[in-house]
């Protein structure tokens, strides 16, 4: 470095050229142009460099509180450089240049001379012409002394040209000495400052190797302490929580926090080992169980009173206002289990009441339907003169004919129709739309309620006591539904109206199955208790009626009965045609059997088909006697065409029963010669 060559020591001055140091070579030598004769540059003082301090940074052990430089910084300090000084590094290029191209110079007349003296040779003849030595010596000393005074004067020249840029060289690195002070003096300070900073992280080191060592130990202690203390302790937001907040949510997340602090007490209490903790916090947890057992009651109280409202909507209460809060009835059978069994019959007195007075609004409601009449004139073989005199006041009606009353069974799962509607409704239906829409709303309520108590109730009480719950709240309503079904039923004889309510109370055993509330098979089984009887003595009633049909012909006389007139020419006038009651009887047995495609044997349905079945294969033999034995084949064609027609209309219905029908009719009909 050229710093560290100008540092080092002073430069000496070039000693001044000689004629005695030069060679006795008789060409002459020009002096070197690199300085002037008796010129000595300017000396500096010795110094040393400061940049050595850098090696030793990271040796520092001085304290960090040490004072601050006065600009407020601990470490350094900026130096700037005098703003009339020429950079150094410019003046040493320039200098440095111009004396690299004086060397070249000096070089290229040393080569010069050195040729000359090749030339020359000091072995060769020397030429004096014509002179004596000593004058020959003297020419040439006079040479040297005048070349020698020519290049004085040239380096004296020079020195003169060059001697500003030394002084501006002199005063960069001046300026350089005093920066390299300011920064030797910085580099001390940050020497203290690190050595400062380095004891002090070696304190924080040991302090945080202490306080991780305490950190541990603490928390081995609190792995250990935890759990215990946090089981016989409660925070006192949850004491106020329960004491003052309002029953939401959160209230039932103090509460199931309160439970479980005190089945811990209560555990810890059972145990052989005396803890004074569990027996301090052990009246505050009693005081604060009773509280909430006090608010639990008042709430629910309050709810149950709400259910006696006018109009109210006993769902909404139920799944906002008690299925919502579950845990609350649990904490409160589990801690005084005497008030939650309070808690609980009130419920079902209260829901004991709504159903009942609801479904009696409902029973009256559907009531007021205009309902068609169906009695003993609208048997098989009744009059129908005296049919159409008695029902002059209702629309006509065939009950019959079963039309589209099984679309019944598809509206089994439609809601039911609200009491106003039904007592605003003025048109008139058969008995089954009353049964079905009652009986739905009583399957739906039915559902609802077995669902809620046992989401309430449970785990709290067994599911047999559920179930005790559930028919206690519903079995007058069910007596209200079975006394409603047999308003609709003892004073009919609409069989098919009849069958089709076995059929609707048939789905809604299915449809209780399916959604697993098994308490209503009860309300269900005496239901049809209530309604095959009846069918029955209804069908017995059609069975009847045709047998007096049958009798009245041997009274009249066969022609009578087929509707000709008497004398000498009836055997002629006799018709083939199919009996009018053929086709009663064709349009009752269709419905029958459209309504028992899935019936199973078990059903009396078959053995009241089969009483009637005979009962119009006897009437239609008796009438066929009338042809007597003049007509044997017209009779056959008679009944042919009464059993072909019979065929006509049972014939596209499915089932096993419908089969068995046709099967039987087609062995009466090819019986008598028919197609």
């Not at 010129?39 to 003082?45: E, I, M, N």
Request: one cysteine or more.
């Amino acid at each position: 470095m050229w710093l560290e060559r100008l540092s080092g020591q002073s430069m000496p001055s070039n000693p001044p050229l000689s004629t005695q140091q030069r060679s006795s070579s008789p060409a002459p030598r020009r002096s070197s142009h690199l300085v002037p004769n008796n010129v000595s540059r300017p000396s500096f003082g010795p110094r040393t460099s400061s940049l050595g301090l850098s090696s030793r940074l990271n040796d520092s052990t001085t304290s960090l509180n040490a004072p601050q430089l006065p600009n407020g910084s601990s470490l350094r300090q900026e130096i700037t450089a005098p703003a009339d000084v020429v950079d150094p590094l410019t003046a040493l290029e320039s200098l440095l240049g111009r004396r690299k191209d004086r060397i070249t110079g000096i070089q290229e007349e040393g080569d010069i001379t050195a040729r000359v003296r090749k030339t020359s040779g000091l072995d060769a003849d020397i030429e004096f012409g014509g002179l004596t030595l000593d004058a020959f010596v003297g020419d040439i000393a006079q040479a040297e002394v005048k070349e020698s005074r020519r290049s004085t004067t040239h380096t004296v020249e020079e020195y003169e040209v060059e001697k500003n840029s030394f002084q501006d060289l002199h005063k960069s690195i001046l300026a350089c000495d005093d920066v390299l002070k300011s920064v030797q003096n910085s580099l001390t300070s940050f020497q203290q400052d690190l050595g400062a900073v380095s004891a002090e992280i070696e304190t924080l080191q040991s302090r945080s190797t202490a306080m991780n060592t305490r950190l541990e130990n603490r928390k081995v202690v609190e792995n250990l302490l935890g759990p215990a203390i946090e089981d016989v302790t409660i925070s006192p937001e949850i004491v106020r929580t329960i004491s003052e907040g309002p029953i939401d949510l959160s209230w039932i997340g103090a509460l199931e926090e309160l439970d479980k602090r005190s089945m811990t007490e209560h555990g810890k209490s059972a145990d052989s080992r005396k803890i004074l903790a569990t027996s301090d916090v052990k009246p505050l947890l009693s005081d604060l169980t009773n509280k909430a057992i006090e608010r639990i009651r008042d709430y629910f109280v309050s709810q149950i009173k709400a259910l006696r409202s006018p109009n109210v909507n006993a769902q909404i209460i139920q799944q906002q206002s008690f299925n919502r809060y579950k845990e609350m009835y649990g904490f409160l059978a589990r801690h005084h289990p005497a008030l939650g069994e309070e808690i609980g019959q009130a419920y079902i007195n209260t829901m004991r009441w709504y159903y009942l007075s609801n479904f009696t609004r409902y029973k009256q409601a559907l009531e007021r339907i205009p309902i068609f009449t169906v009695d003993k004139n609208d048997a098989i073989g009744a009059d129908q003169g005296a049919h159409r005199a008695n029902k002059a006041s209702q629309p006509s009606h065939d009950a019959l004919a079963i039309g589209r009353r099984p679309d019944a069974l598809k509206q089994s799962n439609q809601a039911a129709l609200p009491s106003h509607i039904a007592e605003d409704n003025k048109q008139t239906y058969y008995l089954e739309t009353p049964f079905l829409h009652f009986n739905r709303a009583l399957i739906d309520n039915a559902t609802t309620e077995y669902s809620f108590l046992a989401n309430f109730f449970s785990p709290a009480i067994s599911f047999q006591s559920i179930s005790r719950h559930f028919l206690a709240i519903f079995s007058p309503t069910f007596s209200l539904g079975h006394a409603f079904t047999k308003s609709l039923t003892e004073e009919t004889d609409d069989c098919l109206g009849i069958l089709l309510c076995v059929r609707l109370s048939q789905h809604f055993a299915f449809e209780l199955q399916r959604r697993k509330i098994p308490v209503a098979d009860g309300y269900i089984n005496g239901t049809n208790m209530l309604l095959w009887p009846r069918f029955q003595l209804a069908m017995d009633i059609h069975a009847e009626s045709i047998k007096r049909a049958t009798s009245a012909i041997s009274t009249r006389g066969a022609a009578s009965a087929l509707g000709l007139s008497s004398g000498a020419d009836a055997a002629s006038k006799q018709s083939t045609a199919p009996h009018m009651l053929t086709q009663r009887f064709g349009q009752f047995l269709q419905g029958i059997l459209v309504l028992s495609r899935d019936a199973g044997d078990d059903e009396p349905v078959g053995n009241s088909l089969s009483r009637l079945r005979g009962e119009f294969e006897a009437f239609l033999t008796k009438i066929g006697k009338g042809f007597g034995s003049a007509g044997e084949k017209k009779k056959e064609r008679f009944l042919a065409n009464n059993y072909s027609l019979i065929l006509t209309i049972v014939g596209d219905i499915g089932g096993k029963l419908a089969g068995d029908i046709r099967e039987n009719f087609e062995g009466l009909r090819d019986g008598v010669g028919g197609t």
